[in-house]
């Protein structure tokens, strides 16, 4: 089954601990990025990645790091969060330009 | 920059009751247009998409109409049901923005469906 995996689905952590939240798709697509949703802001793009290797910043990439070390693979790092960060977010993998986006089951983030 | 505006909700409805939910976009180009649909507790699924002017898009009942010259795109369903009850999302996808694969959302509509 095709799949965009996150993990894990809800965190709680303190300010200024690190932290990954990791996304894994198995359709072998080139082209994944990382969203946070919002009350009344929608979906917002923080990271995107064209391919292997290959990262570039979104609309809100402040506070976030990423790699993209294996195709399947797109980890999103927060260094030292920060409550500002508390949100939901979604794990996104496309075909190809101008497609259509697969996302993960979404991360709940509280940052205390 | 592109933007997608979209009705505020929530919006209930009755059973069986005709839904509109209103969405409007600014983009450079020619974008595709998609309604994404979020159930409690879930990621987003596709609902339905256009990639060109006239296209309709169309999926569970649900229908959406690419209208270049009002930039509307606009989600109707004739009859709703209770398991229709999700929050909604209409987003574009601009090929010159983002490496072509970003998408610009809008702020969502709730829509609850009651017996």
């Known amino acids: 089954e095709a799949q965009v995996t996150q993990n894990p689905r809800y965190l709680i952590t303190v300010t200024g601990k690190k932290l990954t939240v990791t996304c894994s798709q198995n359709?072998?697509?080139?082209?994944m990025s990382w969203y946070r949703q919002d009350p009344g802001l929608g979906l917002r793009q923080i990271y995107y990645s064209m391919n292997v290797e290959v990262t570039d910043k979104g609309d809100v990439p402040e506070g976030y790091k990423v790699s993209r070390k294996e195709k399947r693979n797109f980890p999103l790092i927060l260094e030292s969060p920060s409550p500002n960060q508390t949100s939901l977010y979604f794990c996104?993998?496309?075909?190809?330009?101008?497609?259509?986006?697969?996302f993960g089951q979404g991360t709940r983030l509280t940052v205390v | 920059g592109n933007s997608v505006t979209q009705m505020e909700g929530p919006v209930t409805l009755s059973e069986e009751a005709f839904l509109t939910i209103n969405c409007t976009y600014t983009a450079t180009g020619y974008p595709s247009l998609f309604w994404y649909v979020q159930y409690p507790g879930e990621g987003l699924q596709l609902l339905l998409k256009?990639?060109?002017?006239?296209d309709k898009g169309s999926n569970k009942g649900f229908e959406a109409t690419y209208r270049k010259e009002t930039t509307s795109f606009h989600l109707e369903k004739g009859s709703v049901q209770v398991s229709d009850s999700a929050v909604y999302f209409c987003?574009?996808?601009?090929?010159?923005?983002?490496?072509?694969?970003?998408?610009?959302f809008g702020t969502g509509t709730q829509l609850k469906v009651e017996l």
């Open positions: 996104a993998t496309q075909t190809g330009v101008n497609t259509e986006a697969f």
């Open positions: 987003a574009l996808s601009d090929p010159y923005t983002g490496g072509g694969n970003k998408l610009t």
């Open positions: 256009a990639t060109k002017a006239d």
């Open positions: 359709m072998n697509h080139e082209y």
